[in-house]
């Protein structure tokens, strides 16, 4: 290893005192020990003009340097001395070696004479061996070949054909070069190219015999697989309904009832289905051994490419096949079939994926799949564009769905199909009102309007409890008469119905919040449907005041029902109660409740003006005010009386207090009326004073109502009769001349009307004795009373 010396530079060191002369000859010194350039030292002494002093100083430092010249050559000489006595004494050495190896090798010289004669002998009996052992082997051969000849032959009739293969294998690659024999050989090579073909000849029959039977193993393990997915789905309905009547029981608050929502386990029971050992043979006999021994033994011979592409033309071809739907047999009857070879199509495919060994690929599966969406999208199209009752699409799509469940566990995406199911959300809906339409218009055509008659618990159950319509939680005594008639239990079960089927739609699709769907198409039932079927009952069939009551009593059950029929849908829905009530609308089927109160309210003022005819017979100027009031007065309270206590039997409270109001509110107005008819051209005071025991009777039947009702809601009966109250005081004032009064007619007398007041006072009496005779004539004589009067009367007119 060579070392690198770095030379160490010199600095001069001049002393105090030195002459330039010196530190010139130093500064020469240093850069020649330093090897630097002396250029400028030269162009130094040049441009001086002084050359001999740079001589003179080079003559110095050679000088300087002889001494240590001669020491260095002192030093290698000595060397080169030592170096040569070296070679001296190594050269003795080498004399002494010489003779040494002369005597050695005529020692060996006659040991190795004999030894070489017996190594002659030994390699020729060596070669004599290696023949013989030559021919053994050759023999060794040929037996070893015939054995896996006869072994494969055995293979073959067993029909192990991967074992024959891997015997000719064994053949091809270690005895085929090496058989001794001719004949032999050419045996050899001609066989096995036809044991090869053979082979593959019988692997195919096998293979082509399982393609036939896959087939209707596919169809059988869709419809196994499709059932157990039915199967869990209706164990998770169970669980759901045991969650609901426990929260049912819950809001109800009931006591003693223990409950407990047992889960089941729920296994891979479709893998069950499929699994078994290598081939997976499961409990449909679903063996995949026959296309894994094809695949195996055309990997084997070398063949693998070709029957991968041979094996999935094939199943291109069946699932081709599958697609086809027969126009003789209704698709409602066939869509299970139809889906369900699918569904086994590629239960079986996804299995050859996973364990097949790469014989077919995973976008070659995908790409089957995509096809296979295409045609059943297009096949649904295609049906559902035909189907005119909403039970038959539901059922096809209830099995698409679990077709979608079943094949989303092996990894399939569905969403294509799930949007074809969702893109006939509204034809079902459509077909499924129009069913609802026909079956509510049957009930209401077939109700009597008579009041149920329930004689056991289970019937009670069945029409009241089951829609949540009862207005206690105690169970009646039986038998039980109910406040309604049959078309709230028909037409509640008909809705509730309904909402299951378009719950059940809805569900399983893909969609997980869908209240909002159900309960738009719920409004439409109810508010379409249902109020427009009662609305015409109402105004066709309704022929009296027993039907009418009774109408009306259903209408106040259905208000309690509808609550429940949201309830129902968010319950099925997975909508908690709070979410539901919180977004709950008006009463929909308003329309058919006014026009159940109005046509009764109706009814009843047709059956009191039929009373207030006998207000003919009133004498209108009678010398006497009539005792206990007027024949017409205590008819029309001997009715409502009776009404009451017939109604109340049926109508609650609220609704028989609105009726009663725009009763008492109509014999006001009649009152009224009577007194502006042409056919009272005058009355009197005594006359008023009639009318005014009559108000107070009216009033007295609204005051007792309080026991029924309650206060306010008696006080607001009593203020039905308001007009006819403030016209008799009015009328009966001493000071009638504060009508003119704003602040005292806003208090007293704010429910008449002006042009009322001046027609009624123009027939009281005769033309002097006219409360505000003004009004109505012109030009007479009067007192200055009247004329004051006459003067504010003209001032509100002209306010007004």
């Not at 409950?259 to 409990?283: F, K, P, R, S, T």
């Not at 218009?441 to 329930?454: N, P, R, T, V």
């Amino acid at each position: 290893m060579n070392t690198i010396t770095t030379r160490r530079k010199v600095v001069p060191v001049a002393e105090n005192g030195d002459t330039a002369d010196k530190q010139d000859q130093l500064l020469l010194s240093a850069a020649i020990c330093n090897g630097e350039d002396l250029g400028s030292f030269v162009r130094k002494v040049f441009a001086s003009g002084k050359p001999e002093t740079l001589l003179l100083h080079l003559k110095r430092f050679s000088k300087s340097k002889e001494s240590e010249i001669e020491d260095v050559c002192r030093a290698h000489y000595q060397d080169f001395i030592t170096a040569v006595d070296d070679l001296r004494s190594l050269l003795s050495d080498v004399d002494s070696l010489k003779s040494s190896l002369s005597n050695s090798n005529s020692k060996l010289q006659n040991v190795a004479v004999p030894l070489l004669t017996s190594l002659d002998s030994y390699v020729e009996a060596r070669n004599k061996c290696g023949n013989i052992t030559l021919a053994i082997n050759s023999l060794n051969t040929c037996v070893r070949l015939m054995e896996l000849c006869s072994r494969a032959n055995s293979h073959l009739a067993e029909n192990n054909f991967y074992l024959a293969l891997r015997c000719l294998d064994s053949i091809e690659t270690d005895f085929q070069d090496q058989v001794p024999s001719t004949t032999l050989k050419r045996m050899v090579e001609k066989q096995i190219p036809a044991i090869r073909a053979h082979i593959e000849r019988q692997v195919n029959k096998e293979f082509g015999d399982w393609l036939v039977e896959i087939r209707t193993v596919s169809r059988n393990l869709g419809q196994l697989a499709i059932g157990q997915a039915s199967a869990g789905r209706q164990r998770e309905e169970e669980l759901r309904m045991k969650q609901r009547e426990a929260e049912e029981q819950s809001r109800l608050s009931l006591r003693d009832c223990v409950y407990a929502l047992e889960e089941e386990e729920d296994g891979d029971e479709i893998d069950g289905v499929i699994d078994g050992g290598n081939g997976g043979n499961g409990i449909l006999g679903f063996d995949l051994t026959p296309l894994y021994k094809a695949y195996h033994i055309h990997q084997t011979l070398g063949l693998g490419d070709r029957f991968r592409q041979y094996y999935f033309e094939n199943r291109k071809l069946q699932l081709t096949s599958d697609f086809q739907v027969s126009s003789m047999t209704p698709f409602l009857e066939s869509h299970q079939t139809f889906f369900a070879q699918i569904a086994g199509f590629f239960i079986v495919e996804d299995r050859v994926l996973r364990t097949g060994g790469g014989l077919i690929k995973k976008m070659e599966v995908e790409n089957l799949w995509d096809t296979a969406v295409m045609k059943m999208c297009s096949v649904l199209e295609d049906q559902f564009s035909r189907m005119q009752t909403a039970n038959h699409l539901l059922l096809i799509k209830d099995y698409v769905s679990l077709l979608g469940v079943t094949l989303r566990r092996f990894g399939y995406p569905i969403d294509a199909l799930l949007d074809v199911l969702s893109k006939h959300r509204d034809k079902y809906h459509e077909l499924l009102l129009s069913d609802c339409r026909k079956q509510m218009a049957e009930a209401l055509a077939a109700d009597k309007f008579e009041q149920m008659y329930m004689k056991k618990e289970y019937e009670y159950s069945m029409n009241v409890l089951s829609f949540q319509i009862q207005t206690s939680n105690i169970m009646p005594a039986f038998p039980y008469v109910a406040p309604f008639s049959s078309t709230v239990p028909d037409c509640c079960r008909i809705v509730r119905s309904f909402i299951e089927d378009s719950v059940s739609f809805m569900s399983h699709g893909g969609q997980l919040e869908f209240y909002d769907v159900v309960k738009k198409y719920l409004d439409r039932l109810l508010t379409e449907v249902l109020d427009g079927a009662l609305l015409k009952v109402i105004n066709n069939s309704i022929g009296g005041v027993t039907q009418a009551m009774q109408m009306a009593a259903n209408m106040a059950v259905f208000e309690r029902a509808c609550d429940f029929f949201f309830r129902h849908a968010a319950q099925l829905s997975g909508i908690p109660l709070r979410i539901a009530e919180r977004g709950r609308r008006q009463f929909p089927l308003i329309k058919a409740r006014d026009a159940a109160e109005e046509t009764l309210s109706g009814l009843l003022k047709q059956k009191v003006d039929g009373f207030l005819t006998l207000m003919e017979n009133v004498n209108w100027v009678a010398d006497e005010p009539p005792q206990g009031g007027n024949e017409y007065a205590n008819e029309v309270i001997i009715f409502l009386e009776t009404l009451i206590s017939t109604a109340q039997q049926i109508l609650p409270v609220q609704v028989l207090k609105r009726i009663m109001k725009d009763v008492l509110s109509h014999i006001s107005e009649m009152i009224i009326g009577a007194l502006l008819g042409e056919s009272v051209k005058r009355f009197n005071v005594n006359a008023i004073m009639g009318l005014d025991v009559d108000v107070r009777l009216l009033e007295s039947f609204a005051e007792n109502q309080a026991s029924l009702l309650s206060e306010t809601d008696a006080s607001q009966l009593k203020s039905a009769l308001i007009e006819s109250r403030q016209m008799v005081n009015l009328l009966l004032s001493n000071h009638p001349e504060n009508f003119l009064n704003p602040v005292i007619r806003e208090r007293s007398y704010s429910a008449l009307d002006y042009r009322k007041v001046v027609t009624i006072s123009e027939k009281l009496r005769d033309q002097s004795d006219r409360l505000f005779g003004s009004f109505g004539t012109r030009g007479a004589k009067q007192n200055p009373k009247k004329k004051s009067l006459d003067t504010l009367i003209k001032r509100l007119k002209d306010a007004n």
